[in-house]
């Protein structure tokens, strides 16, 4: 796929690039094919591997002659006799605004049990993690209560053990496990830091008030190693 250098660390070795289908992605220096010196709005060549750049190339154009580049030029901009307009590509800022995620606490909570899942990389606002927060609450409220409706109907006088309720609890906490765990990483990106940090958020006692507080720290100001400052923040 063909995109755009957004941004390149060479000192880190990072990078993000705008790709022809309008989407973000990351890569690192291991990810070129070659050592070289990326500058912005460079075009390269890559594979796209969910949101992650490899076997990075940087592309350079085909010397033509007068006559030789004319004819395409004139073929790209014309269009045929009935022929609907086709709009152009856009790389950088202009392909970032196309293609704008929704910011609402119910699409926060949507991709991260989906294009989220499993996605460690990149930033989370304090917003995405509050709206997961609540919708995934709501979630496990609504398990339990139905949980229990069935032990309720199938027992007499609530004395069986809610087997139901017990099971849909533990199913519901194990399938949300996953996205629970890169959300807290993409937060801790999000203020700069390691999300090995997560480790700390797993411990007895201590681990939901660390949560807390990393919940509760504001987006760090400027892009950082992790990537551009999420959506719809105002700093």
Known sequence: MRGEVLHYDQEQGFGFIAGADGKRYSF?????????ALARGAEVEFQPNGDRASNVFSVRARATGPMESAAPIAAATVPLPGSAPT?????????ENETTESTGLWSYFWRGLTTNYV????????KE???FCLFWTIGLVVAIGVGLTVDLSRGEGGADEPIVMLGLFG???LLTFLPWISLIVRRLHDLGLTGWLVILCLLPYVGGLATLVFALIPTQAGDNKWGPVPAGVRL
Do not use: I, K, Q
């Not at 690192?28 to 070289?36: G, I, P, S």
């Not at 709009?87 to 392909?95: I, K």
């Open 87 to 95: 709009a152009p590509t856009h790389f950088g800022r202009n392909a």
């Open 119 to 126: 996605n460690f990389s990149g930033r989370a606002r304090r």
């Open 171 to 173: 199913l519901y906490v």
């Open 28 to 36: 690192a220096r291991e990810d070129l094919r070659r050592e070289m």
């Open 129 to 131: 993690f509050w709206g």
